[in-house]
């Protein structure tokens, strides 16, 4: 069965606009994680879908937003770019309760010059 | 305090030897699951192996298996027979609570390279 898909692979952006990164869950899987990956941070918990809801935060600011769709994809924006948001960002599905495990999709790299 | 602790530098390892990959971590929650992941430079995270807190046996799927040491609240990845395609970077992860409250808190992170 198809992965965890992650659109767009690259993104370069400039400070101040704003991005919206794309995550297709593996199918059945209802729930949708998101991380920051910086050099600097290691891996960030931003925040969790499930059932079209948000129910678990990380501490971002409130530029970081996402949502879920009915059909369990999930997307994130961050608003007001700034250089140092320039990350690797994972999205990972899961059963509703983390169950065995995550399984992440390849990441969005955005550069933000 | 950190949850996820990896201090190993980088390590490096001969081709078709095993290594030992360490992972201690801190929590108060009964219920917890461990998680190793490997991350080749391409980026994606690639699940490795997972160990419930309640699971009496070390996990093993292949060549990966698990040194859990409860009491010492250590979760050791051993790679047997080490492959060129081994290389990467290995993270530790733990997910404490269930439903609405859980979430992968990882560890820095480990380099290994294979030798061949």
């Known amino acids: 069965k198809a992965g965890v898909t992650q659109t767009p692979r690259y993104l370069i952006k400039t400070r101040g606009q704003q991005v919206t990164l794309s995550c297709s869950p593996i199918?059945?899987?209802?729930?949708v994680s998101w991380y920051q990956q910086t050099p600097g941070q290691g891996l960030q918990f931003l925040f969790e879908?499930?059932?079209?809801?948000?129910?678990n935060k990380g501490n971002f600011p409130g530029r970081f937003s996402g949502r879920q769709f009915s059909n369990s994809r999930s997307e994130m924006n961050v608003s007001t770019l700034e250089l140092g948001d320039s990350a690797l960002y994972l999205c990972?599905?899961?059963?509703?309760?983390?169950?065995?495990?995550?399984?992440f999709g390849s990441g969005t790299r955005l550069t933000v010059v | 305090a950190q949850k996820i602790t990896q201090t190993q530098p980088g390590m490096f390892v001969q081709e078709k030897e095993a290594v030992t990959l360490d992972c201690t971590y801190d929590t108060s929650d009964q219920s917890y699951g461990l998680f190793w992941y490997k991350q080749p430079s391409s980026g994606e995270m690639i699940f490795l192996i997972y160990?419930?807190?309640?699971?009496?046996q070390n996990a093993t799927e292949g060549r990966y298996s698990l040194n859990f040491q409860k009491a010492r609240k250590s979760a050791n990845l051993v790679i047997s027979a080490s492959q060129l395609g081994d290389s990467a970077m290995y993270f530790c992860?733990?997910?404490?609570?269930?439903?609405?409250?859980?979430?992968?808190?990882f560890g820095k992170g480990i380099t290994l390279s294979v030798r061949p």
């Open positions: 879908y499930f059932s079209e809801t948000q129910r």
């Open positions: 199918s059945g899987h209802r729930s």
């Open positions: 160990q419930g807190s309640y699971d009496e």
């Open positions: 992860a733990m997910r404490e609570g269930t439903g609405a409250n859980s979430k992968l808190t």
């Open positions: 990972a599905s899961s059963l509703p309760l983390g169950g065995y495990g995550y399984t």
